[in-house]
């Protein structure tokens, strides 16, 4: 399995400075991407999403950026802030041999914001 | 609008007991899923209901079941618990079965 926890990609930056997470995805099906961010203590947050027909969806101070060549996912924050810490997720829909779909969850990075 | 609910937010058993974790989903969603989150695994599928019956289960011994009522709200329940179950059981309520999820703040379950 995979791990988060102490042995999570880390991203440490200084307040203000822009954040880039990245995440490689598996299946090359998936049509539906989204970003998640979860704090200690709570469950994961819905931050931002984009469908496989683009390649980039801005939101309020974040940017989710999609390669589809590469099977590449990144997420941007602007100015990041303090109040940005936490382990950030990406997550994708694909459609099951079932004809169902599944959203399956990659590995995780924890992000620490320096004041 | 409420978000997803879970209860109990916390919860300690003992080894061979079961648990039922519950599961409010946001108004109007009708699928819902299930996840164990634990340091080792991360985030780990368990299964999705949608109109009170199973779409998706995950790779979980058959101890791990749940359910889902008329009105979308959903259990989870564990039978002889083990101390590798203790983990943050997270419950995702959506629109619809393969759009976007939101997630609960979890049920902490210990095993002791």
């Known amino acids: 399995g995979e791990s988060v926890g102490l042995h999570l990609p880390t991203l440490s930056v200084q307040e203000g400075d822009n954040s880039i997470i990245n995440c490689a995805y598996s299946n090359s099906a998936s049509d539906y991407f989204i970003w998640y961010k979860q704090e200690s203590g709570k469950g994961p947050q819905f931050i931002i999403d984009i469908r496989s027909n683009m390649d980039k969806r801005q939101g309020q101070r974040v940017t989710v950026l999609l390669n589809k060549t590469v099977k590449h996912l990144s997420l941007q924050i602007a100015a990041t802030q303090p109040g940005d810490s936490a382990v950030y997720f990406c997550a994708e829909i694909g459609t099951l041999n079932s004809g169902y779909s599944t959203l399956t969850f990659g590995k995780g990075t924890m992000l620490l914001v320096s004041p | 609008k409420a978000g997803v609910t879970q209860t109990p937010r916390y919860l300690i058993k003992t080894r061979g007991q079961q648990v039922t974790l519950s599961c409010s989903p946001i108004?109007?969603?009708?699928?819902v899923s299930w996840y164990q989150q634990t340091p080792g695994q991360g985030l780990q599928f368990l299964f999705e209901?949608?109109?009170?019956?199973?779409?998706n289960k995950g790779n979980f011994p058959g101890r791990f079941s749940g359910r889902q009522f008329s009105n979308s709200r959903s259990e989870m329940n564990v039978s002889t618990l083990e101390l590798g179950d203790s983990a943050l059981y997270l419950c995702?309520?959506?629109?619809?079965?393969?759009?976007?999820?939101?997630f609960g703040q979890g049920t902490r379950l210990t095993v002791v």
């Open positions: 995702a309520s959506s629109l619809r079965q393969g759009a976007g999820a939101f």
């Open positions: 108004s109007g969603h009708r699928s």
């Open positions: 209901y949608f109109s009170e019956t199973q779409r």
